[in-house]
């Protein structure tokens, strides 16, 4: 006997008693087949929800006045008094002062960008010195190091290995247009090492700084981190880490991987900016892909653009010709080569030959001076500055070298902290009148050495500046204040000019050109107190000086799409660099429209036509 279960049953039962046919009647039997065939069918997949990623977007705003309150259905579920920025800052400001430690005040910073996109921004313009220690080095190091540990949110995407062959369908899953993203595989933190996808803290870090600094839109960001595996075994067996626990690809697979990725990257959205950053060895993929694509690395080509900012400001101050000077770096990685082929260019533009400039310098690794005939296989981004004048001599002390040598410049990017002690800096000092000491490692713990050590051991005569952030000091009676050459004063500028200009690549000469504005940007007082880099206080302004001039370097290259603009002046081109910025002071009004009518007619205030025609939340400046 035929057995029915219930929804078929129910079917047959739709029709009248006198027209149901036989259950075992061929027709019945077809019907049966098509139902079952219908029942067994996967159903429809809805829709996927519109995703935000952020907690609130601002939508909670105190700030907010009643109107809009009621419009996005918030009305009731904040308190009623409608609070200025100044007060929802002291109250922030309140909160992160409770905080005991660098790590807590990170997170809270981080809720805070989650709930209310716009007042973070505005806490960090108006607070940028004091608050960028706690979003970016030093604290995201530690930040990066607990990652696993700490994480609570979604704050950027990841692509793993194993996601090969798919990256572009799965790059349709960021819910935001994007203007620049900031891409790392965690191979190389800081000072810190392969921390795998721990390495996620900066590109959220340094994306957020892309916002503070040069205005650039904060859901056109995107943090993407790569997780091609870590040879970081302790990681790779804490049950706490979230990436993927086997071993760093081969370099082979890396670059296929990459190679995948970029297209990807530029198909989704043609005029994006790629930044990468903290690769073990970053040269492969600059190499690769600088002439095909809208690209730089920060570690190469924005550590160096601010050093030489910072570098030809020293060279002024120190009264000595630019002929005359003689480098020593202690670190022989990507990073010192970088500032070095940098500062090359400037000693070229100085007059020299390419020849000259480059035997300027004298590179320090961890088997000494890195020479020619050392008898050891030499990696290939080093070859450029290996000396061939070392008459077989080999030096592997640091004080022996600065006899042989008796430099002007001592700079520091070696990640071994103390480095430089009192008796290098003293040799220094007896060299020179103004010795110029650049110990530009990070985190802070890393350095060199610190600004203190530098100025009583020159007898407060050194030009100093440094990668991590130390405070002023007294020294004779007069208060001195450190350099710092902090990547931030040049990429972002970078970043916001590729974008406005719409390049179809970044140039060396953009990149020159970030630094050459930058050396321009001090002020009046800035200049005569003889500082190397601007107050990072006015980092919005510096911004707007550096994006002009690398915009006008992408024009005389020829890679701006936006040709409209080469007809601006200066002035024009400045203005219309700072009407492109994301401001958070002014997003409400350019967001919230006003009530036009006043709520009347005997109608409830929560009642359509209650007047307000026209508001939004700002959601284009809402994710992190």
């Given at each position: 006997?035929?057995?029915?279960?219930?929804?078929?049953?129910?079917?047959?039962?739709?029709?009248?008693?006198?027209?149901?046919?036989?259950?075992?009647?061929?027709?019945?039997?077809?019907?049966?087949?098509?139902?079952?065939?219908?029942?067994?069918?996967?159903?429809?997949?809805?829709?996927?929800?519109?995703?935000?990623?952020?907690?609130?977007?601002?939508?909670?705003?105190?700030?907010?006045?009643?109107?809009?309150?009621?419009?996005?259905?918030?009305?009731?579920?904040?308190?009623?008094?409608?609070?200025?920025?100044?007060?929802?800052?002291?109250?922030?400001?309140?909160?992160?002062?409770?905080?005991?430690?660098?790590?807590?005040?990170?997170?809270?910073?981080?809720?805070?960008?989650?709930?209310?996109?716009?007042?973070?921004?505005?806490?960090?313009?108006?607070?940028?010195?004091?608050?960028?220690?706690?979003?970016?080095?030093?604290?995201?190091?530690?930040?990066?190091?607990?990652?696993?540990?700490?994480?609570?949110?979604?704050?950027?995407?990841?692509?793993?290995?194993?996601?090969?062959?798919?990256?572009?369908?799965?790059?349709?899953?960021?819910?935001?247009?994007?203007?620049?993203?900031?891409?790392?595989?965690?191979?190389?933190?800081?000072?810190?090492?392969?921390?795998?996808?721990?390495?996620?803290?900066?590109?959220?870090?340094?994306?957020?700084?892309?916002?503070?600094?040069?205005?650039?839109?904060?859901?056109?960001?995107?943090?993407?981190?790569?997780?091609?595996?870590?040879?970081?075994?302790?990681?790779?067996?804490?049950?706490?880490?979230?990436?993927?626990?086997?071993?760093?690809?081969?370099?082979?697979?890396?670059?296929?991987?990459?190679?995948?990725?970029?297209?990807?990257?530029?198909?989704?959205?043609?005029?994006?900016?790629?930044?990468?950053?903290?690769?073990?060895?970053?040269?492969?993929?600059?190499?690769?892909?600088?002439?095909?694509?809208?690209?730089?690395?920060?570690?190469?080509?924005?550590?160096?653009?601010?050093?030489?900012?910072?570098?030809?400001?020293?060279?002024?101050?120190?009264?000595?010709?630019?002929?005359?000077?003689?480098?020593?770096?202690?670190?022989?990685?990507?990073?010192?080569?970088?500032?070095?082929?940098?500062?090359?260019?400037?000693?070229?533009?100085?007059?020299?030959?390419?020849?000259?400039?480059?035997?300027?310098?004298?590179?320090?690794?961890?088997?000494?001076?890195?020479?020619?005939?050392?008898?050891?296989?030499?990696?290939?981004?080093?070859?450029?500055?290996?000396?061939?004048?070392?008459?077989?001599?080999?030096?592997?002390?640091?004080?022996?070298?600065?006899?042989?040598?008796?430099?002007?410049?001592?700079?520091?990017?070696?990640?071994?902290?103390?480095?430089?002690?009192?008796?290098?800096?003293?040799?220094?000092?007896?060299?020179?009148?103004?010795?110029?000491?650049?110990?530009?490692?990070?985190?802070?713990?890393?350095?060199?050495?610190?600004?203190?050590?530098?100025?009583?051991?020159?007898?407060?005569?050194?030009?100093?500046?440094?990668?991590?952030?130390?405070?002023?000091?007294?020294?004779?009676?007069?208060?001195?204040?450190?350099?710092?050459?902090?990547?931030?004063?040049?990429?972002?500028?970078?970043?916001?000019?590729?974008?406005?200009?719409?390049?179809?690549?970044?140039?060396?000469?953009?990149?020159?050109?970030?630094?050459?504005?930058?050396?321009?940007?001090?002020?009046?007082?800035?200049?005569?107190d003889g500082w190397l880099y601007p107050d990072i206080r006015r980092i919005r302004e510096v911004s707007v000086v550096v994006t002009r001039g690398v915009i006008r370097a992408a024009q005389k290259n020829g890679v701006d799409r936006a040709v409209e603009l080469r007809e601006l002046s200066g002035a024009q081109l400045e203005q219309?660099?700072?009407?492109?910025?994301?401001?958070?002071?002014?997003?409400?009004?350019?967001?919230?429209?006003?009530?036009?009518?006043?709520?009347?007619?005997?109608?409830?205030?929560?009642?359509?036509?209650?007047?307000?025609?026209?508001?939004?939340?700002?959601?284009?400046?809402?994710?992190?």
């Amino acid at each position: 006997m035929l057995r029915l279960n219930p929804f078929k049953t129910a079917l047959l039962l739709w029709a009248p008693r006198s027209a149901r046919p036989s259950p075992s009647s061929p027709s019945t039997q077809r019907f049966l087949a098509t139902v079952a065939n219908m029942t067994n069918a996967q159903p429809q997949r809805p829709s996927a929800p519109t995703r935000q990623l952020s907690t609130t977007n601002g939508d909670y705003d105190m700030a907010n006045p009643p109107e809009v309150r009621k419009y996005l259905k918030t009305y009731g579920l904040t308190p009623p008094a409608v609070e200025s920025y100044e007060v929802q800052a002291q109250r922030c400001l309140r909160l992160l002062a409770m905080k005991p430690t660098p790590i807590e005040k990170f997170q809270y910073l981080v809720h805070l960008r989650a709930t209310n996109v716009h007042l973070f921004y505005r806490l960090l313009s108006e607070n940028v010195k004091e608050l960028t220690p706690l979003i970016y080095t030093p604290t995201v190091g530690e930040a990066c190091v607990r990652w696993h540990e700490i994480w609570t949110q979604p704050e950027g995407m990841y692509l793993a290995w194993n996601d090969r062959g798919h990256l572009r369908e799965i790059l349709d899953n960021w819910p935001h247009e994007v203007d620049i993203t900031v891409l790392t595989d965690g191979s190389r933190i800081l000072g810190l090492g392969d921390l795998g996808v721990n390495g996620m803290g900066i590109p959220v870090g340094k994306l957020a700084l892309y916002t503070a600094c040069a205005g650039i839109r904060p859901s056109g960001t995107l943090p993407l981190t790569l997780d091609l595996g870590t040879n970081n075994e302790t990681l790779r067996n804490d049950p706490l880490y979230m990436g993927s626990r086997m071993p760093k690809v081969t370099p082979e697979q890396e670059k296929e991987f990459l190679d995948e990725l970029m297209v990807a990257l530029t198909d989704k959205w043609p005029s994006i900016v790629i930044q990468f950053e903290d690769f073990k060895n970053p040269f492969p993929a600059l190499e690769r892909y600088q002439d095909k694509y809208c690209m730089f690395n920060d570690d190469v080509q924005g550590t160096g653009a601010v050093i030489v900012g910072g570098f030809i400001n020293a060279v002024r101050h120190s009264g000595v010709p630019a002929k005359d000077h003689r480098a020593i770096f202690l670190g022989a990685g990507s990073a010192g080569v970088g500032v070095a082929k940098q500062i090359v260019e400037y000693f070229i533009k100085e007059g020299l030959t390419e020849e000259e400039a480059r035997k300027k310098f004298w590179f320090v690794d961890s088997n000494g001076l890195v020479t020619l005939d050392r008898g050891d296989k030499l990696a290939e981004h080093k070859v450029y500055f290996a000396r061939d004048d070392n008459n077989g001599r080999q030096y592997q002390s640091l004080s022996r070298l600065i006899d042989f040598v008796q430099p002007t410049i001592l700079m520091g990017l070696s990640t071994i902290g103390g480095a430089f002690n009192k008796d290098i800096l003293q040799k220094m000092a007896k060299l020179n009148d103004k010795p110029i000491i650049f110990p530009l490692s990070n985190p802070s713990s890393k350095s060199e050495c610190t600004f203190e050590e530098a100025v009583h051991n020159t007898e407060g005569r050194c030009l100093f500046a440094s990668g991590s952030p130390f405070p002023s000091l007294e020294y004779n009676g007069k208060m001195l204040t450190p350099g710092q050459g902090n990547n931030m004063y040049v990429f972002p500028g970078i970043g916001l000019a590729a974008i406005i200009s719409k390049a179809t690549q970044i140039t060396q000469d953009m990149i020159y050109a970030s630094a050459e504005s930058l050396s321009t940007s001090l002020n009046k007082q800035e200049a005569a107190d003889g500082w190397l880099y601007p107050d990072i206080r006015r980092i919005r302004e510096v911004s707007v000086v550096v994006t002009r001039g690398v915009i006008r370097a992408a024009q005389k290259n020829g890679v701006d799409r936006a040709v409209e603009l080469r007809e601006l002046s200066g002035a024009q081109l400045e203005q219309y660099i700072k009407e492109r910025m994301y401001d958070p002071f002014n997003e409400g009004e350019k967001t919230v429209y006003p009530v036009t009518q006043p709520a009347g007619n005997g109608h409830h205030p929560f009642a359509t036509g209650n007047g307000v025609e026209h508001v939004t939340n700002g959601l284009n400046g809402s994710h992190l």
